[in-house]
C-alpha cells in the first residue's frame, strides 16, 4: 500500500510586520497538515515591534525590538526579506517581486501595512525633516540628532507634527537625548512652511499665522495611509480612502486573498493600531484552516495587546491645534510623556 502523498498549500504573505508576524506564527501553530509559507518582506530586516521605535530615537539598539525570530526561521517558512511585491497575477495566482522572483499561491496574505505620507508643506523635504515609521527612519533621525548637536554644542529643540499619543511619546523619547520638543498636531494647513537655516538643514517652522519657531529638527509623525497599491494594480476592491475592502473572514473581493492588519478596510474603516490587526491575523489563520473564526470589528475589546495606545475615533480625520508640551498634562492619554516632558522644559 502507497502512502497517501498531500501536496502541502502554498500560502503566500506580503509584507513582514508585526501583523504578518502573528500571522505566521498562528498559521504554523494551528496547522495539522503540510503547509509551505513564503513571506515577502521589503524592509531588509525581520519583524520588529514598530510600537518601540521612540526607543530608538532615545539611543535603544534595533536588535531589541526584533519579535520572535523562531517563526520565521521554521522550516515551513521561506522569508525574502529584502525583496518586493510588485505585481499580482490572480489569474495563474502568482505574485512577482522585484528581483523577479515569481511566487505560486494557494492564498495570498496581504499584510502591507502603511505608509507615512509625504507632508504636503513646502520644506517637508529639507535635511532635518524626518518621519517615524521604520527602523531605518529614525535611526536617521537620532544619527542627525547627535551631529546637530555636537556642530551647534547646545540642547536642541524639536517640533513633533503628529497625531496624540505617537508624536508624544516620540517627544519623551527626544527628551531622553536632551531634545526639547513642541507637539504640532497634525497641521498641514497650520503650518505654512518650514524654513532653512544657514547649513540648508531645517531651521524654523513658520505658521499661518505669521508665528515662526526655531527648531533644530522637525518629525513628521502624521497620520499613515494604507499602503494598497498591490491590492489597487491586481484590481482588487480598493476604498477611495484607502485600504483594502475585506468581509469579517478578512476575504478581499478574491476569494483566494486575505488582507489584514493596517491595510485592510473593514465596515468603511482602516485603524492604525496593532490589536485589530492581531484580531485580523488570528481570524486568516483559522479560516486557511477550515475554521470559522469572524473579525467583529474595531469596537470588540481586544485581548492580549501589547499597545500602550488606543483606538482613536477620530482616525482619518485633521485636526489643527498646536499644543506646547508643557500643556500635553491636561490631557489623559498623554500624561506619562508630559510629565517626563515637562522635566526638561524648566
Ligand atoms: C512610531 C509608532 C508608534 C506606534 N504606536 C502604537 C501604539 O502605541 N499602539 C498601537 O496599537 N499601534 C501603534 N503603532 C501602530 C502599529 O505599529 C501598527 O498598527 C502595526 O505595526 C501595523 O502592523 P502591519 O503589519 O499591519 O503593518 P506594518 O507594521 O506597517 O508592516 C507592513 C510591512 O510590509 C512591508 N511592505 C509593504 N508593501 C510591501 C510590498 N509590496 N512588498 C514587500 N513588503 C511590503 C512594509 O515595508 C512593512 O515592513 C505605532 C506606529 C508607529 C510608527
Redesign the pocket.
Known sequence: MYDTIVTPAEIVV?????????FVESLLSRAQTPLHVTV????G?R?Y??????RIASGGAAEDLELDRSVFEDFRVRF?DD????RIDRAARTVM??SRVVVPYDTLV???????PIFAVEGADLPGCFS???IDD?EALAQFAAGRRRSLGRRLRAAVVGRG??GA??AAALHDIDVVSTLVEHSESRISHLVPEESGAVGAVRFDDGETEAVDLVVL?VH?RP?D??ARNANLQVAERGGVVIDDRCTTSDPHILA?????RFDGRC???????YAMAEVAASRILGGDAVFLGFDQPFSG???????DPTAGEESTAVIVIGELAESGMLRLASSRIAKGVG
Open positions: 506580503v509584507g513582514a510586520g508585526m501583523v504578518a508576524h502573528r515577502i518582506g521589503d524592509e530586516r519583524p515591534d514598530r510600537i518601540g521605535l521612540p525574502l525583496d518586493r511585491a510588485l517581486t522585484r496581504l499584510a502591507t501595512g502603511s505608509y507615512t517615524d515609521r521604520t529614525v499619543s505617537h511619546e516620540l509623525s499613515p499602503r497599491e498591490l489584514i492588519g493596517e491595510v485592510a485603524v492604525p493600531r496593532v490589536a485589530p490587526g495587546s501589547r499597545t500602550p495606545g488606543h483606538d
